[in-house]
């Protein structure tokens, strides 16, 4: 690296690629040799798990091969070793995850590393005896898997890093300022202006907010944001069983503080996200391991009084039940939950939990993907999943622009993959959320219904099935 202390203009040297972009450094500074602006077909803001995800599908794209892309990281870089201790935080990664992580080269690396099939659910009420059950009667198939977050990263920075592909990195690169198109002007491609703390500046055709439920790139754009607090935390941490088992089942209970589940790890293993009220979780978090212990267990197995109205009706729809579909009709058939003997030292943590959605995902030269698009609670462990099918339909839509000679941040194209999406994720979301409110209640009514509708729901297979493939997603 040059010492000289001058502050000197080396070089100003652009290219121009057969696609028409501008390439190249066009400003070296000889005392710190760092670029001061650059220009790119496509920066994807923030390299989260959804992020790096766009940029390898990007980078493995061969419609994209003659194109620049960068990625920018707030956080500095980490060398992903897998560490003996699992970490707590973890996702339950539907089929499609799975085949989309496939498709990238990622799921190898984590076949290679380490997770857990789920192959049966069970998801029950505190305050009935309503139960409902996923994939009881066959347990050859999976129907999620237990990953933690970063060996996923490590698997989708592997492939990044081994596809060679035309994806450049940078990390430590806090965003000062954004410059994007007027909301209204579809035409002006090529003219987004990304400025680092450092004074680097990075222009682009299009720019991918992956940067999380806090986006910069979302408030840049000016859109409407519906999104309130839950008043909740969702506490995490790795807890070992009090006996080894076969341990292959999702454990949910809905608790009147809201829902407690348990995740498989390993046959002694077993991850913990307890969402309850933000004062619960700092009392959690500060309690002694053993306290903590029999607080989970309490909240896994304690008995809630049944009001007379809700046992009376639960047990006849479920004798009318078992009459009707046969004896795995009959509400009450649940398995006990397992017991916990610990928690694994250090591996106690609380996240707070909202929902947010945007009321667009894309304008001129920009497109949100991942949680800076939408957040949601972690009850039905759809978040990140919903944020890898952005990233493969964003991606397919980027690909196809380019194939029709259209430019990369063409309007037709990135509308195409907002309506796609949001058709998609928001009746999801706003599911979950109808899900939370159903379960925030102990009030007599409330509690009927929402168990007489599981039980009707456990009863129909057929819904169960198509259930299982919208949470796929
Ligand atoms: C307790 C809990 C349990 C969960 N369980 C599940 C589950 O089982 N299944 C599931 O699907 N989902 C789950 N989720 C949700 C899931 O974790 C998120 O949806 C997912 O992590 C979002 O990924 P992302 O890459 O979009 O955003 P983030 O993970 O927030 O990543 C954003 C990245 O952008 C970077 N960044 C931020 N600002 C900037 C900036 N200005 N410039 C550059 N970089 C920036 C950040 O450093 C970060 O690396 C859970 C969430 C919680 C809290």
């Known amino acids: 690296m040059a010492s000289t202390c001058c502050r000197k203009i080396i070089s100003v040297s652009l290219s121009k690629n057969s696609l028409g972009a501008y ?22 803001a923030g390299g989260g798990m959804v992020g790096t995800a766009m940029a390898c599908c990007l980078g493995k794209n061969p419609k994209l091969s003659n194109h620049k892309i960068l990625l920018l990281e707030e956080s500095a870089e980490k060398t992903w070793e897998l560490k003996p201790e699992y970490s707590n935080r973890v996702s339950a990664l539907g089929s499609n995850s799975k085949a989309f992580l496939d498709s990238i080269g990622a799921w190898s690396h ?24 996923f994939n009881d009667e066959n347990l050859k198939d999976d129907i999620a898997y237990i990953v933690e977050n970063d060996v996923c990263m490590s698997a989708i920075n592997k492939q990044l ?17 954004l410059n994007l198109p007027s909301k209204t002007d579809y035409s002006k491609t090529g003219s987004v202006k990304v400025q680092l703390e450092d004074g680097t500046v990075y222009t682009c055709n299009l720019l991918i907010g992956a940067d999380g ?3 910069r790139v979302r408030s840049a754009m000016g859109v409407n944001y519906l999104s309130w607090n839950y ?76 009001e007379k109205p809700v046992e009376a009706i639960t047990k006849n729809l479920s004798s009318l039940l078992h009459n009707i579909f046969g004896p795995t009709a009959a509400a009450g058939a649940r398995q006990l939950p397992p017991s916990i003997k610990s928690v694994v030292e250090g591996s106690r943590a609380a996240f707070p939990l909202g929902f947010g959605h945007s009321t667009k995902y894309v304008g001129p030269g920009v497109a949100l993907i991942g949680d800076s698009a939408h957040r949601v609670h972690p009850l039905a462990g759809m978040g990140v999943n919903l944020g890898f099918g952005d990233v493969d339909c964003l991606q397919k839509k ?4 380019i194939y029709s000679g ?41 509690v009927l219904l ?6 009707l729901t456990d009863a129909l297979t057929p819904l169960k099935k198509i259930i299982m493939k919208q949470a796929g997603a």
């Open 110 to 133: 984590i076949e290679q590393s380490r997770f857990k099939e789920v192959k049966k659910m069970q998801v029950w009420d505190a305050f009935s005896e309503a139960v409902i059950t």
């Open 450 to 455: 929402r168990s007489v509708g599981l039980q």
């Open 213 to 215: 439920a806090n986006s």
């Open 23 to 44: 390439y190249g450094v066009i400003k070296r500074n000889v005392h710190d040799d760092k670029v001061r602006s650059k220009t790119y077909d496509i920066i994807i």
């Open 231 to 306: 008043g909740q935390m969702g506490v995490v941490a790795t807890l070992q069983l009090s006996e080894p088992t076969s341990n292959i089942v999702a454990w949910q209970r809905f608790l009147p503080s809201g829902p407690i589940a348990l995740l498989p790890l390993t046959d002694e293993l077993s991850s913990l996200v307890w969402s309850t009220s933000t004062e619960d979780a700092k009392l959690l978090l500060g309690l002694d391991s053993e306290s903590f212990v029999d607080y989970v267990n309490e909240a896994l197995w304690k008995q809630y009084p049944i």
């Open 161 to 177: 890093k081994e596809s060679k592909g035309p994806v450049e990195t940078v990390y430590k690169a806090k965003i000062k300022s």
């Open 406 to 446: 259209s430019e990369i941040g063409n309007s037709q194209y990135l509308l195409e993959y907002e309506t796609e999406r949001q058709r998609h994720n928001f009746p999801r979301m706003v599911f979950i959320d109808a899900l939370h409110k159903l379960y925030g209640t102990s009030f007599m009514p409330v």
């Open 398 to 401: 980027v690909a196809e622009a």
